[in-house]
């Protein structure tokens, strides 16, 4: 197992050869790897080559190291999808073989924050939808969804069947959404959405904040999606210009 050397810095090394003992099986998801002494005798590398290693996996999200506990293998995202892509939740699980379902929680017409105002360009006393739902794949919750829709578009008691809103806006409201503006902000445990994600502990969200746009380029749909982490990855293709 000891690395074979080459021109190229160890610890680069190291990192291709653990990525390919995990990919093999070696060290299955969510496994803990050796300790540092017992990985870096057999690998044949300083523990400080090593380290430098594990920190570079561990920001790849290859990894993940717990205090006083050790260091596991992450599990891989079930779905992917290009952030320039403007997929639904419902369509990611769909293509990943697994069969997407909803969780409905609540559904609520408020008054417009100063925030909604600015959003939708409404006035104050017109209302806004609020929807909360989870997200399933094959039963297990996988995103936490807040939805706000104003109300002139889309009535309080719609049908909450259907899978998608992009789908419901357009079918129900013949609003069809083309492109949207997205934030994303990479987030901790939560003290309300993580323990309805069923997550541990150390998994991370990842909350995309997107504002969707209509034909009309008129703004239509707010939402705030909190992704498992360790079940979703997002990707972007940048282009030199």
Known sequence: MT??????????????RLKQDIEVGTYKEKEKLPSEFDLAKQLGVSR???????????????????????????????????????????????????????????????GPTEEDIRRFSCSSDEEIIVIERVRTANGEPVVYCIDKIPGKILEEKFSHEQESLLSILENKANRKITYAFTQIVPLGYHEKISPILECDP?????????????????????????FRADK???HVLRKRV
């Open 202 to 226: 150390e998994t991370a969200l990842l909350v995309l904040k997107q504002l969707h746009f209509d034909e009309a380029d008129e703004p239509i749909l707010y939402s705030v999606n909190y």
């Open 3 to 16: 690395i074979k050397s080459d021109n190229r810095h160890l610890y680069l090394q190291v990192i291709d």
């Open 232 to 234: 979703f990855s997002f």
């Open 48 to 110: 400080a080559t090593l380290r430098e290693a594990l920190r570079i996996l561990e920001e790849e999200n290859v990894i993940i190291r717990r205090h006083g506990v050790g260091t596991f293998v992450n599990a891989k995202p079930m779905f992917t999808s290009g952030i320039e892509q403007l997929n639904t939740v419902t369509d990611m699980i769909s293509n990943a073989g697994m069969k997407p379902g909803t969780i409905f929680l609540s559904s609520a017409a408020i």
